[in-house]
């Protein structure tokens, strides 16, 4: 019978326990890392400092633009003299009203009629779809260039002009074939099982759009609208084409011809007007970000 010291049985009981060293970092991952942050340093920099470089301008006198450097700061930052001469004598007001009167009825039209055109032409079957599609295709190659003097004319002869139902018009004939297009792509994410069951259950072709396919596909429809609103909003060429009176120009029209109005370029009130059109936007985009990450992403999986 083989004996065991007391000595043995402790040692194999009792688990070795070594202390864990602490994982050392490579020197050299910190420095493969810098020239990533210095290019984000750099793009940081090309993309705030304008905005920061603009809104200083907004606070600055026109003493101030003429004698001081273009780095240096504003002396009063509580100073809005700016941004009540933009408004007031400068009609930015009236111009903002006009975007958005001409805004809000294209961008509302382009959706409903998008969303519905890539509903049928991708959820519904019919004879010659892929060839109405095409010609949707077609219009996006068309360049925007080419029919504003057709446009013109028709509209003079219409009696349009002096009103902003041109501009209107031409946005949304010229925001829907690639929304017509983007949300015919969206709808091929949907599940097909879906409509199926709903018109097994009854349901008609209406109530499966407005009930079924607008809402599963709300965050796409949020992700176009943005891209639409901008084009809208920051248009130059159609609304120069088609405004003949100053109390219908747009915001964008009213910047081109803003330092006309006072005789001389004032400066701080055309940095405070060009504040108010660009930071109102970046806000609105900021906003939304979110829906549109998530329409961006929605047509990129299959369902």
């Known amino acids: 019978m083989t004996t065991?010291?007391?000595?043995?049985?402790?040692?194999?009981?009792?688990?070795?326990?070594?202390?864990?060293?602490?994982?050392?970092?490579?020197?050299?991952r910190g420095v493969r890392?810098?020239?990533g942050w210095v290019v984000v340093t750099l793009l940081l920099i090309a993309v705030v400092y304008p905005l920061f470089w603009l809104l200083?301008?907004?606070?600055?006198?026109?003493?101030?633009?003429?004698?001081?450097p273009t780095w240096a700061l504003p002396e009063d930052w509580t100073n809005l003299d700016n941004y009540v001469e933009a408004?007031?004598?400068?009609?930015?007001?009236i111009y903002i009203k006009n975007s958005i009167l001409a805004t809000v009825p294209a961008l509302a039209l382009t959706i409903i009629f998008g969303v519905a055109a890539g509903f049928a032409l991708e959820v519904m079957v019919?004879?010659?779809?892929?060839?109405?599609?095409?010609?949707?295709?077609?219009?996006?190659?068309?360049?925007?260039?080419?029919?504003?003097?057709?446009?013109?004319?028709?509209?003079f002869q219409t009696g349009l002009t002096g009103t902003l139902w041109?501009?209107?018009?031409?946005?949304?004939?010229?925001?829907?074939?690639?929304?017509?297009?983007?949300?015919?792509?969206?709808?091929?994410?949907?599940?097909?099982e879906i409509f199926e069951a709903a018109t097994l259950d009854g349901a008609s072709i209406y109530r499966q759009f407005w009930s079924i396919g607008f809402p599963m596909v709300k965050n796409a429809i949020f992700t176009v609208a943005l891209v639409q609103f901008f084009f809208i909003w920051n248009d130059l060429l159609i609304a120069l084409t088609f405004t003949n009176r100053d109390d219908l120009r747009t915001i964008q029209v009213g910047l081109l011809n803003f330092t006309g109005q006072f005789g001389q370029v004032q400066y701080g009130p055309t940095f405070a007007a060009v504040c108010v059109n660009v930071f109102g936007t970046l806000i609105i985009y900021l906003f939304l970000n979110q829906r549109v990450m998530k329409g961006m992403t929605a047509g990129a999986v299959k369902g």
Do not use: C, D
């Not at 408004?87 to 007001?93: P, V």
């Not at 060839?131 to 446009?151: D, E, K, R, S």
């Not at 010229?174 to 969206?186: D, E, K, R, Y």
């Open 56 to 68: 200083t301008g907004s606070f600055k006198t026109q003493n101030e633009f003429l004698n001081n």
């Open 33 to 35: 890392r810098i020239p």
């Open 4 to 28: 065991v010291s007391h000595t043995t049985l402790e040692t194999v009981a009792r688990p070795s326990i070594r202390p864990t060293e602490p994982q050392r970092r490579s020197p050299m």
């Open 166 to 192: 041109p501009l209107i018009i031409t946005y949304t004939a010229i925001g829907l074939p690639l929304t017509v297009f983007m949300m015919a792509t969206f709808f091929r994410a949907v599940p097909r």
């Open 87 to 93: 408004f007031t004598t400068g009609n930015l007001g």
């Open 126 to 155: 019919w004879k010659g779809r892929g060839t109405v599609l095409l010609l949707f295709l077609a219009g996006i190659m068309v360049p925007g260039q080419m029919i504003l003097l057709p446009l013109f004319t028709i509209y």
